[in-house]
């Protein structure tokens, strides 16, 4: 059984197990969707202080099993199952961090703190890009939307100069013919259009293949406890 941490290492140690607890990717993913409702990220932090007590405060042998259903049920109240073997990862760090701070080794949670630091400030930079590429979509859609417009005028000019030249001739030369050859054009035109009419005009829709992703993660109906032997 390993010793009881020593009041001046404690704060230490609670800011090694939330690093920790925050670089778990199924605990984040979790919270950022509000898988557990409302309060989820709530419920995360007490899991946290759950863990924190529970290496702190308890009088019997810190057994990894024991972390490790408290860390399965911490996930099921966000009703997430975790079969990707990240319990036990996130099981050993902790328990591998509190030995450390027993001997007053805090060197793992300067690095865990570096590496956090660093992917909040990566997840900034990759928020501004997308940002950027936003507003640049935006203003190339309201560029083409203004060309489309102008050259939707430009070609209505067009057909109605090309529609009144059109009529002037078709009547000029209907004055030149007799009847029974109108008669023939007109019927010609009309079969015209109804072939045009009747050929088909078929759209096809991509269908979008679904993709399943197998991270190990399964959602759970909300109030379900999970029973770990």
């Known amino acids: 059984m390993a010793g009881r941490l020593p009041a001046d290492s404690i ?5 090694g197990l939330h690093l920790v607890l925050y670089s778990w990717e199924a605990l984040r993913y979790a919270v950022e969707n509000g898988l557990g409702g ?3 990220r709530q419920k995360a932090e007490t899991l946290g202080s759950d863990i924190l007590h529970w290496f702190t405060q308890s009088e019997e042998p810190l057994y990894i099993d024991d972390l490790e259903s408290m860390l399965y049920e911490g996930m099921v109240s966000l009703n997430l199952e975790i079969e990707d073997g990240s319990v036990e990862e996130v099981a050993m760090k902790l328990m591998i961090l509190h030995e450390e701070c027993l001997e007053g080794n805090f060197r793992s949670i300067e690095i865990l703190r570096e590496a956090v630091l660093k992917q909040a400030a990566c997840a900034h930079a990759i928020q501004v890009v997308n940002n950027d590429d936003d507003e640049e979509e935006e203003d190339n859609d309201d ?3 203004n060309q489309d417009g102008h050259n939707s005028n430009m070609e209505e000019e067009e057909d109605n100069d090309d529609g009144g030249s059109n009529q002037d001739g078709h009547n000029s030369n209907m004055e030149e013919e007799d009847n029974d050859d109108g008669g023939s054009n007109l019927d010609g035109h009309n079969s015209n ?6 050929v ?3 759209e096809t829709m991509p269908k979008a293949a679904a993709e399943e992703e197998d991270d190990g993660w399964t959602l759970v109906p909300r109030r379900r406890n999970k029973v770990r032997n």
Not at 11 to 15: G, L
Not at 193 to 198: C, D, G, K, L
């Open 143 to 145: 560029g083409g939307s």
């Open 193 to 198: 259009m109804e072939v045009e009419m009747q």
């Open 200 to 202: 088909p005009v078929e």
């Open 11 to 15: 704060p230490n140690f609670n800011e």
């Open 38 to 40: 409302p309060h989820s």
